[in-house]
């Protein structure tokens, strides 16, 4: 009889493939055998009776500002809302922290403090801006899950947007060091005329704000990054598309053999300008939410398998910067990163849970290649899990989230599926409101 550290007792399997009930052991952190009915003996059995155990959730794409604006937020608040929230792993973007993580020192500024922190595991973007260039290859030694670039105003000085030079020669290094280069597209010379232009004539309310991004400024920056892609044979991905018609640029791209993703968030598919109108600030973005018939395309997209992931793009910032009068000079940013699996569980009735898994895990192994351990339940696989209560509708109440500042749009919001128990590499980070300590490691990844 084999002698298992974990063996999760009775529940349903969701995959990307399918959902189907059987018994789960882990030992030595990875998943050893997944059977209807398992007999080995175990150190822990947990009754997972009337759970449903999904691959641990991946955020893409998240902001955890440590170090250096850790009162924003930071690995110990933002990995326990992750954990929280099911998510067992994270890719930190390279901008928000002081300093950004530009070369090799900031990179290992970075990685000190998540590895001192982080409850869950992590991976870092390194980023291009108008004076990194030489840096590209020591970030690539260092281990970036890949480099991303602003095609606009970053909102933080020190993170320069790059002009059409800075993303073609980027993209020229990265496709050498094989590695994906990630845009914030929006057309820059667009929004940054719009605004001071509306600021200028004392245009500074919310509709004023959406105004100043419309969708042909992120419709053009999708089409030109595609553009240079190609010309370059750089692999590409287009972050936080808020809209229908920006995702069938990518799946156009795609069926003509350009190595290019995208993924969306979970605000552009559950709100909507009115929203921001209504909740104001906790709920500015850039690109801005859009309107009903945008989001509804966008709906249409996703569940075609156009999207290749979901991201919450969980961008905080102290209470301070999200209050002015002039909606242009409040911080943009939505703090949702805890709320990712229960919102699509929840507003994504229409997505099968194969299809979430898909969004959240296997979808962002593959473009990243994370190989067979990360974001699959599966016999090899790192035993990364969640286990979610799909029986339990909840109110997100403020008090209830782990974050820096307790705000986000969701609050108030009545969701289904409570994740009750988070699992990375065998442990137990997460159970019933209750955090170990932490366990995060730096994923390791492969070039292109
Ligand atoms: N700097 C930063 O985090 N910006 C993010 N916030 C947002 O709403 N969109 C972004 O790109
Ligand atoms: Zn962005
Ligand atoms: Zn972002």
């Not at 030489?134 to 890949?146: N, P, T």
């Not at 004539?201 to 959406?210: N, S």
């Not at 590409?236 to 808020?242: A, E, P, T």
């Not at 939410?289 to 966008?298: D, G, I, K, N, W």
């Amino acid at each position: 009889m084999s002698t298992y550290d974990l063996l999760l007792r009775g529940g349903t399997l969701v995959t990307a493939e399918s959902v189907f009930p059987a018994d789960l052991a882990i030992a030595e952190g990875q998943i050893v055998e997944i059977a209807p009915e398992l007999t080995g003996s175990s150190r822990e059995i947990v009754d997972a009776r009337g759970l449903h155990i999904f691959p641990g959730l991946i955020d893409a794409h998240v902001h955890f500002n440590e170090p250096g604006r850790t009162e924003w937020e930071g690995f110990i608040t933002g990995s326990r809302a992750l954990a929280a929230g099911g998510v067992t792993a994270f890719f930190d973007m390279p901008l928000n922290a002081s300093p950004p993580t530009l070369d090799r020192a900031s990179f290992a500024l970075k990685y000190q403090a998540a590895r001192a922190n982080s409850l869950v595991d992590f991976a870092f973007w390194g980023g291009i801006v108008p004076d990194n260039l030489d840096c590209l290859e020591e970030l690539a030694e260092c281990g970036v899950i890949g480099f991303k670039a602003f095609m606009s105003n970053s909102g933080i000085d020190d993170f320069a947007a790059v002009d059409d030079v800075t993303l073609y020669e980027g993209m020229l290094r990265a496709a050498q060091l094989g590695k994906i280069v990630a845009v914030h597209a929006e057309n820059d010379q667009m929004t940054s005329t719009l605004s001071q232009q509306a600021i200028a004539q004392g245009k500074t309310g919310i509709r004023d704000y959406l105004a100043s991004r419309p969708v042909i400024a992120e419709l053009e920056a999708i089409s030109r990054a595609i553009l240079f892609a190609q010309e370059v044979g750089c692999a590409l991905h287009i972050v936080h598309v808020s809209t229908g018609r920006g995702v069938a640029m990518v799946a156009e791209a795609r069926l003509h053999g350009i190595n290019v993703s995208c993924e969306t968030c979970p605000h552009y598919l559950v709100l909507t300008e009115e929203d921001m109108e209504r909740l104001g600030a906790v709920a500015k973005c850039a690109p801005p939410l859009r309107s009903q018939s945008e989001q509804a395309r966008l709906w249409e997209h996703v569940r075609a398998g156009n999207v290749q992931f979901v991201t919450t793009d969980h961008s905080p910032a102290p209470e301070a910067l999200k209050q002015s009068e002039n909606f242009f000079a409040v911080w943009g940013g939505i703090s949702g990163c805890q709320s990712l699996l229960s919102l699509l569980i929840t507003e994504g009735s229409q997505l099968p849970l194969s299809q979430i898994a898909a969004l959240t895990s296997a979808g962002i192994a593959s473009r990243f290649q994370l190989g067979s351990h990360k974001g699959h339940v599966c016999v090899g696989a790192d035993a990364d899990l969640c286990l979610v209560d799909l029986n339990v509708h909840f109110r997100l109440e403020p008090e209830q989230l782990y974050y820096r500042h307790q705000q986000s749009p969701y609050t108030g919001r009545t969701m289904r599926g409570r994740v009750v128990r988070t699992i990375v590499r065998g442990s137990t980070v997460f159970h019933n409101g209750n955090f170990t300590t932490h366990r995060g490691q730096l994923i390791t990844v492969a070039t292109m």
